[in-house]
């Protein structure tokens, strides 16, 4: 900003007005100093821009409140920033959405980290700033106290005894049509094959025989006849034989088409019986467990928590 311009050059540095009539001349306005006029004016002018400029306020020639508001601004800015500042290794914690890198101009904030609870480090701070523990853990025997499991023996003594089921009757069960199609033999050579002697026989016919006086006479012997007798005569056998056939190599095809069986099932039971017996335990339990690790999280609240690191 520009010092104080000179006055006018007056023996008071006051301006006067002359009087003609007196013959008293008025104070002359020198160029030099409308020229220092101008030049402190339009400084004050820049002055006071610089103030709107920082307050991000663009000047309006209707307004005249421009300079206040913008004056307003920066002292309530500046009485912010003044309540407090965290130190570099200060933490900010918040449940709002703001950047401490916006609400501290001038200072460079980072975010902890996600997921993470704050523990106090050792006395001596030797751990300061570590990361320990985890969300889950996942349990190993060491972890178990000192235990044992007991086990075998034998279940006690159960007598013997009869057990019959209750009576059901399943009706008729039909069993679903199925076509087997047509079903071929195996190839077969059953050879030359010969029949049973058969056919043997005889005949049987009648011989007719005529005394004549003391001899005997054929039939159709001429002389007279002194009686008649009839005598039955049979052939020899004969006419016994056989056949021989040939049966050779063939199979059989036989068509089995879309059928079902249907099977009456009455009501019925069936009694089982129960010899006197026991049970002998396994020495040990099976296995168990997956080793799946569980969560150690306590109820918490989220937050946001940044340190500043400049």
Do not use: C
Not at 35 to 50: F, V
Not at 144 to 160: E, N, R, V, W
Not at 193 to 203: L, V
């Amino acid at each position: 900003m520009q010092n104080l311009m000179p006055p006018v050059t007056t023996p008071d540095n006051l301006f006067h007005d002359g009087d003609p009539t007196q013959g008293i001349e008025g104070t002359i306005v020198t160029a030099e100093w409308l020229n220092n006029s101008q030049a402190a004016t339009r400084d004050t002018q820049q002055e006071l821009i610089n103030v709107l400029d920082a307050a991000s306020v663009e000047p309006d020639k209707t307004k005249q409140d421009q300079l206040l508001k913008a004056i307003q601004s920066l002292i309530s800015d500046a009485v912010t920033k003044a309540k407090y500042v965290p130190d570099v290794g200060e933490l900010y914690i918040t449940k709002g959405t703001t950047n401490p890198n916006d609400k501290w101009p001038d200072t460079t904030w980072e975010y902890l980290g996600d997921g993470l609870t704050l523990r106090t480090a050792k006395a001596d701070l030797s751990d300061l700033g570590k990361i320990v523990g985890g969300d889950t853990v996942t349990l190993v025997t060491a972890n178990l106290p000192a235990h044992t499991h007991t086990i075998g023996g034998s279940t006690g003594q159960f007598a013997a005894a009869n057990a019959t089921t209750s009576s059901f009757d399943y009706g008729t069960k039909t069993s679903s049509g199925t076509d087997l199609g047509a079903k071929t033999t195996s190839s077969f050579d059953y050879g030359t094959k010969t029949s049973s002697s058969s056919g043997a026989h005889t005949h049987t016919y009648a011989d007719q025989q005529l005394a004549y006086g003391k001899g005997t006479a054929v039939a159709g012997s001429t002389g007279t006849w002194s009686g008649t007798f009839d005598t039955s005569r049979t052939t020899s056998s004969s006419g016994a034989h056989t056949h021989t056939v040939g049966i050779g190599a063939h199979t059989h095809s036989v068509t089995l088409g879309s059928h079902s069986h249907s099977v009456g099932i009455g009501a019925h039971t069936h009694t089982v019986t129960l010899p006197a017996h026991t049970h002998s335990l396994p020495a040990a339990t099976g296995s168990a467990g997956s080793g799946a690790a569980f969560s150690v999280v306590n109820k918490s609240i989220l937050v946001a928590i940044w340190v500043r690191t400049a």
